[in-house]
């Protein structure tokens, strides 16, 4: 069992920038990637990037690629998703995943609950 918590959404003007974070508690030892997902009314889940849990590598996905950075804090099991650049069309419930393997689609074992990212021009 992995518990995940998400924090740092809400409201910011095109062109700014945010922060989220997903803290992992837990069976940790089991994961082998972190990962961010969003989805806006309408669209299917998409993914944003991940981490690898045990190496820190990096992999972005094509829609924010350029205006991401994922990194982690260890002493903590907190992930993080800085995002810049953004815009309108990045609206969208963010979601942090975890699993047991390296996964580009939704199919991830754990879940946060979402935090609402709001872009307006």
């Known amino acids: 069992q992995v518990q995940l918590v998400e924090s740092g959404g809400g409201w910011v003007q095109a062109g700014g920038s945010l922060r989220l974070s997903c803290a992992a508690s837990?069976?940790?030892?089991?994961?082998?990637?972190m990962a961010w997902f969003r989805q806006a009314p309408g669209y299917e889940r998409e993914f944003v990037g991940l981490?690898?849990?045990?190496?820190?590598?990096?992999l972005y996905g094509n829609s924010l690629k350029g205006r991401i950075t994922i990194s982690r804090a260890d002493a903590k099991d907190t992930v993080y998703l800085q995002m810049d650049g953004l815009e309108p069309e990045d609206t969208a419930v963010y979601y942090c995943?975890?699993?047991?393997?390296?996964?580009?689609?939704?199919?991830?074992?754990?879940w946060g609950q979402g935090t609402q990212v709001t872009v307006s021009s």
């Open positions: 981490l690898t849990w045990r190496t820190n590598n990096t």
């Open positions: 995943a975890a699993g047991a393997r390296l996964r580009t689609t939704p199919d991830y074992d754990y």
């Open positions: 837990g069976r940790t030892n089991t994961l082998t990637s």
